[in-house]
């Protein structure tokens, strides 16, 4: 998935961290601080909600969208309290590039 994502999201010019879990994503964050963080829910030892929060947290600036294949409104609705921008659905990954590239980076 994370390479269905990069590949979607990036052009040449982009640069792309990739974290295997949540707890991996909060430490490549504070290292490189990138424009936005797409982020799985279902995730262990750290899941996306905690790692969403943590990310926050450290930076209530960071944009985090939440990707996830279940189409829950709980989930939707604990995404949102833990800071993420968007919560969208797996399987309409054109919705995720649209919502990221809707959105002027962060550092112009």
Known sequence: MRGILRDLLTTRKDEVWEARD??????VYKQCRPDWVIMDVRMSPVNGIEA???IIAHDPQARVVIVTQHDDADIG???REAGALACLPKDNL???RRFVHATPPVHP
């Open 94 to 96: 054109q919705a995720v």
């Open 52 to 54: 969403t929060r943590q």
């Open 77 to 79: 609705r604990q995404t």
């Open 22 to 27: 949540g707890a991996e994503a909060q430490s």
